[in-house]
């Protein structure tokens, strides 16, 4: 393999293994785009809260169905129960913002048929584009797996290797509720291995932009979940792409050396070998 045939990386790891800095750094070596699905959903996350939605988040369950209640029982919900409503046209991604809400403040995978939607149109733009794309989050269950092998062939595209970054539970949970990410840039920082200027402001953004914590990132309850729903779901998938034969690098999410320049040699110093 070339490195400028290099057009699709898989990024895997459990959530706050360190994935977003040894992303950053392949982006870098290959000139790549990352195209993130807790990004996307964040972004629609965002528009939701931005209704002012005046109900608990529950409200859009329909416990009796074990299901959400109908987008179009949901849109009067929020005609009725929203502080700034949303434009007509604007509605159905404020409801997929509320479902992905949902999902993410009870600490589960959001289901495959409403991530993959969103997935395929980002995935095939940036592809159409002729960008080069390092995936970020996606494919976390076999079906979204086969669901995206599907949209490889389609493509002519293929996966080029699967760069894996491996911690210990426990040190994530100590990681990860710590973390603080830029809502402007989105530079991840920590409470202690990298604090933000003063604690509270992005270092690389002009002024002062304060970090955040991000709600999947607040309890360790949510965290526990999401790590035994990495083991359930991630876990078989990681299996299959193994069995496919995809270059599969396994790299450390925590360096005694946090440095970016030590970063950067752990990541290239595990890719390069695959290149001739």
């Known amino acids: 393999m070339q490195k400028?045939?290099?057009?699709?990386?898989?990024?895997?790891?459990?959530?706050?293994?360190?994935?977003?800095p040894r992303i950053d750094a392949i982006c870098d070596f290959f000139g790549a785009q990352q195209l993130s699905t807790g990004n996307i959903f964040r972004e629609l996350i965002g528009k939701f809260n931005a209704s002012g939605f005046q109900l608990p988040i529950a409200a859009l369950w329909n416990s009796a169905a074990n299901a959400f209640h109908t987008d179009a029982e949901l849109t009067a919900l929020l005609t009725a129960n929203c502080k700034t409503p949303a434009a007509p046209a604007d509605v159905p991604q404020v409801i997929l913002g509320g479902k992905a809400k949902y999902y993410v403040e009870n600490g589960l995978f959001c289901p495959d048929e409403l991530t993959n939607a969103l997935f395929a149109s980002?995935?095939?733009?940036?592809?159409?584009a002729g960008k080069k794309i390092v995936l970020d989050g996606f494919p976390r269950t076999v079906a979204q797996y086969h669901f995206l092998k599907q949209l490889l062939e389609?493509?002519?595209?293929?996966?080029?290797?699967?760069?894996?970054?491996?911690?210990?539970?426990?040190?994530?949970?100590r990681r990860a509720t710590g973390r603080r990410i830029c809502p402007k840039c989105q530079a991840v920082y920590h409470t202690i291995f990298v604090p933000a200027r003063d604690g509270r402001f992005c270092k690389t953004c002009p002024g002062d932009v304060e970090v955040k914590q991000r709600a999947d990132d607040s309890t360790e309850e949510k965290l526990r979940c999401r790590l035994h729903e990495f083991a359930e779901k991630v876990v078989p998938m990681l299996e299959e792409v193994k069995?496919?034969?995809?270059?599969?690098?396994?790299?450390?999410?925590?360096?005694?050396?946090?440095s970016k320049e030590s970063l950067r040699r752990s990541v290239l110093s595990a890719v390069e070998p695959l290149f001739h």
Request: hydrophobic share 45%.
């Open 4 to 20: 400028d045939q290099v057009k699709v990386v898989l990024v895997t790891g459990k959530s706050g293994a360190g994935k977003q």
């Open 122 to 128: 980002a995935f095939v733009a940036l592809l159409h």
């Open 154 to 173: 389609q493509e002519h595209q293929r996966i080029d290797f699967d760069l894996h970054v491996e911690l210990d539970d426990d040190f994530i949970v």
């Open 243 to 258: 069995a496919d034969h995809v270059p599969f690098v396994v790299i450390p999410g925590h360096l005694e050396d946090p």
